[in-house]
């Protein structure tokens, strides 16, 4: 075999790991998070100031050693032990926490509902809502860990895209991007649209000339480099940026005539009929099987072409989402309240998805 073809089954032929490694696994940054404030809690508990009186550097050192090698080491070299390190560190966050409370709860104990009853009635204010920009810039650097480390021993195969069936962390990551991107467009956001529908979605058209720039710059350097392509995972000449371009299209085309705040009807129905026509018809064995790439362009691009519904339904599934976390909310009770919403919905789908993959 030439070095091409032993990266190419490198990545090739993949099954992915467990929903429970993937669960576990994106509990991971939380952690992170909730460290990097415990750490500054404790500095302000103990000098009274914040932010850290250290160099620019400094602030850069600890987020990169807090935030992002954790999720550097977390694919590579503590990969077989994550569950443990997940495990650790949530215990050692959670002991920290009742060393910061209970090192302040003589201030409170006198007026602990009043104190409670003030927390929740709080005045909060965003512009920009910081678990929404936390989310994106995590999945953007999640992103590009695992792109860069997929071609790498090191980074465990279990990882990587599945070949057919299977649930890998980069299967789970370019759905978390699709959705991140949904959350905040402007139907989210509820701008409504300006003149008419035709212009708003010439516009559109026109706004994602990035992305088939990009898309056509790496097809075009992958076949002058004869670096190794995987076919299986979009198609010999499609890539991910043309999917991000069509997806943002077709759901601008959507939410021009249907309201966002429905737009998680259209996800079920885009879902529930794509998946209806794999499963009663020959499409599904067409896009498995199928390897006679030279005789269309469909043929040739086939898993790319046809995973751009599935990506339209993530898509307005996160636009819902978006939809409804960007409602306007005043006090710390009613973000609970929505933080509560959040949770369940996530335990209802993921036991849904557990459910549905043994049935």
């Known amino acids: 075999m ?8 490198f990545v090739s032929n993949l099954n992915g790991t467990s929903l429970q490694e993937v669960a576990l696994g994106s509990f991971l940054t939380p952690l992170c998070l909730i460290s990097r404030g415990l750490i500054l809690t404790l500095y302000h508990q103990a000098r009274g100031t914040l932010p850290l009186p250290l160099p620019l550097i400094s602030h850069l050192l600890l987020d990169f050693c807090v935030l992002i090698l954790p999720l550097v080491l977390s694919c590579t070299v503590l990969s077989t032990v994550l569950h443990q390190v997940i495990l650790s560190l949530a215990f050692v966050s ?9 090192a302040n709860s003589h201030r409170f104990a006198r007026h602990t509902q009043n104190t409670v009853s003030a927390f ?3 005045h909060v204010q965003f512009d920009q809502l910081p678990f929404v920009t936390i989310f994106r ?3 953007n650097v999640k992103t590009a860990i695992s792109i860069l480390a997929v071609d790498f021993s090191i980074f465990p195969r279990r990882y990587a895209k599945t070949e057919t069936y299977g649930t890998g962390v980069m299967d789970f990551g370019v759905g978390a991007y699709v959705f991140a991107n949904a959350l905040v467009c402007p139907e989210a956001r509820g701008k409504n649209i300006s003149g008419s529908k035709v212009n708003h979605i010439t516009k559109q058209v026109l706004a994602v000339w990035p992305l088939v720039v990009l898309g056509m710059g790496r097809l075009v350097s992958l076949k002058m480099s004869g670096y190794h392509e995987h076919v299986t995972e979009y198609g010999v000449h499609w890539n991910f940026f043309f999917t991000l371009a069509i997806v943002r299209v077709v759901a601008s085309v959507l939410l021009a005539f249907l309201p966002a705040s429905r737009s998680w009807v259209i996800a079920l129905l885009i879902s529930g009929f794509y998946q209806f026509t794999l499963e009663t018809s020959g499409l599904k064995a067409f896009v498995i ?12 691009n086939k898993e790319g072409i046809f995973s751009v519904v599935g990506y339209v339904a993530i898509y307005m599934a ?26 369940l919905g996530s335990v209802v789908l993921y036991t849904a998805l557990y459910t549905l993959k043994f049935w």
């Open 94 to 102: 959670a002991c920290v926490f009742c060393y910061i409370y209970r």
């Open 120 to 122: 929740l009635q709080s």
């Open 2 to 9: 030439s070095q091409r073809d032993l990266k190419e089954a």
């Open 289 to 300: 099987h199928n390897n006679d790439r030279e005789r269309s362009f469909l043929h040739a």
């Open 137 to 139: 810039v995590i999945v």
């Open 318 to 343: 996160g636009v819902q989402v978006g939809f409804y976390v960007m409602q306007p909310r005043s006090h710390v009770r009613q973000w609970l309240k929505t933080l509560f919403n959040l949770l």
